[in-house]
């Protein structure tokens, strides 16, 4: 397929593409400028363009991954900015949110201990199926014991 023929079959099946952004953007200007980042990907990866296959799809396909790296991307912008906000701002903490962080920490640390390993872990990122194997327990074991910790931790600071 020449390039002009390529060129053609994109920009007649671009009109195509705003509702779609619009759908995963939810943004009027920010589709617009995912449409123009899809065409540009595709006019620059032409040659990756298989001749008879869907060319919608192929454009779809394009705008999904710009969508799906971007949000990615921001997501981890987010994060690094929440940490920077957190370091900045604890030590503006107050004394009462030290004193509630002092009794969740006591409150914890009084769990018996088959509770206590489990929420531990739980806290600390942690998924259900990663601590049962750490433990060599059965998920449901696991998933109970976090429960009840998370149930005599609340009862306990609730008082």
């Not at 991954?65 to 903490?93: C, G, H, P």
């Not at 194997?133 to 074991?141: K, V, Y």
Request: glycine letters at 2%.
């Amino acid at each position: 397929m020449s390039t002009t023929e390529f060129n053609n079959l994109v920009l007649a099946n671009s009109n195509e593409l705003k509702p779609f952004a619009i759908s995963l953007t939810r943004d009027h200007e920010a589709a617009n400028d995912l449409c123009q980042e899809t065409l540009y990907k595709a006019f620059a990866y032409r040659e990756k363009y298989e001749h008879g296959t869907n060319i919608k799809a192929w454009l779809y396909t394009i705008m999904r991954n710009i969508f799906i790296n971007d949000y990615r991307r921001n997501e981890r912008k987010r994060a690094v900015l929440d940490a920077v906000r957190y370091s900045q701002t604890q030590y503006a903490v107050s004394s009462e949110v030290n004193l509630r962080l002092r009794e969740s920490q006591a409150a914890i640390h009084n769990l018996p201990s088959l509770l206590k390993t489990a929420c531990l872990l739980y806290l600390e990122g942690y998924k259900y199926h990663e601590i049962a194997f750490a433990l060599n327990e059965p998920l449901g074991t696991i998933k109970s014991r976090i429960h009840f910790a998370k149930k005599q931790l609340q009862k306990h600071l609730d008082r």
